[in-house]
């Protein structure tokens, strides 16, 4: 990261703060005849500057967007489990990650975002990190390009690639309201070469810098026992949540998808869709295994709630 960015970030969050505290700032934040790169290359963030669109969302993939349901309750139990970890340690960016496809990643992604989004006034940003084989856009109904391809592959600036629900017209939908607050990057088109574009690091710039105008950032991605991509983009993110489904993923897949993780903090898994659960509803989040809070419960016990 350059100085004159690092300049640059640093007066934009003061002008913000003398805007909130109504002082008027004079001028542009930096200027000057040493600029190293031409301004429009930086990442230079104006959150009220995000491309609105009319986000067609999936009723049937988002039941965190009803008022109430099984759905809301479980994704309230998870957000409140999300809020605990970050007593533990700070907590801002979480990667949902999981060993095989189709286990549930984009749902929880998507859902947790939502809930997150519809209650409290926080800034939520997600990401779709699985540039392969993109599908957080189609939950929102959101268009998916430019995205993170394009930003990593240097051919779309920071400020384009991020889009916010604009006026929803979708009867019976949940106003677009209740979802301002959430900011999307899509995957946008990435061609074959989603790993070289994931492992350049640019990711981890591009998360360091919206760190700073975001209070959660959750990153989907793909399977991680299928392709590493989910390992690089877990060095972007303070914490991996893993996704596992119920009756579908056997316990040793799980134990590999957590051991891909070793370098990084796993806060536990969620068991996903369960269809005999043992509390109302089809998600749970449980910690037991490996997480900060997993108990030294029986290997049969540990198992039988993984093939649940
Ligand atoms: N708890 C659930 N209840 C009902 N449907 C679900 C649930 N979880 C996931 N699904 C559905 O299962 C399918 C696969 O889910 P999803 O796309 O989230 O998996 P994924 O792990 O992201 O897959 P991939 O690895 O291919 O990206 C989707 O159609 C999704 O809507
Ligand atoms: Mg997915």
């Known amino acids: 990261m350059s100085r004159i960015y690092e300049a640059l970030q640093r007066a934009d969050l003061e002008r913000r703060a003398a805007q909130e505290l109504g002082v008027e700032q ?82 929880v992604t998507a859902n947790l975002a939502m809930n997150l989004a519809r209650n409290s006034m926080n800034n939520i940003l997600l990401i779709d990190g699985d540039l392969r084989r993109p599908t957080l856009h189609n939950l ?20 384009s690639i991020m889009q916010r629900d604009g006026v929803s017209k979708t009867a019976g939908t949940a106003p677009a309201a209740s979802a301002s607050n959430l900011t999307l990057i899509p995957a946008g088109n990435c061609g074959d070469n989603s790993s070289e574009l994931v492992a350049n690091r640019r990711i981890e710039d591009l998360v360091a810098t919206l760190s700073a105008h975001f209070d959660w950032i959750l990153i989907d991605s793909p399977p991680v026992l299928a392709v590493t991509d989910a390992v690089d983009l877990a060095r972007a993110a303070d914490a991996v949540l893993l996704v ?57 016990r540990k198992e039988s709630r993984a093939k649940a």
């Open 26 to 107: 004079p001028g542009e934040p930096v200027s000057g005849p040493d600029l190293e790169e031409p301004l429009a290359a930086k990442p230079f963030v104006v959150l009220e500057n995000i491309a609105q669109h009319p986000w067609r969302p999936k009723i049937a993939s988002l039941p965190t967007l009803a008022d109430r349901g099984a759905g809301v309750e479980q994704f309230r139990s998870l957000r409140s489990r999300i809020y605990q970890a970050r007593y533990e340690a700070p907590l801002k960016t979480i990667l949902i990650s999981s060993g095989m496809p189709s286990e549930g990643k984009t749902f």
């Open 140 to 159: 929102l109904g959101a268009p998916n390009a430019p995205g993170l391809s394009e930003y990593l592959a240097g051919t779309a600036d920071l400020n």
């Open 244 to 300: 596992v489904r119920g009756g579908r993923t056997p316990f040793d897949v799980a134990q590999r998808t957590q051991a891909s993780f070793s370098n990084s903090r796993v806060l536990g898994f969620v068991l996903n869709d369960v269809k005999d659960p043992p509390r109302t509803g089809s998600y749970y989040y449980y910690n037991y295994y490996g997480g900060p809070e997993a108990s030294a419960g029986s290997k049969d």
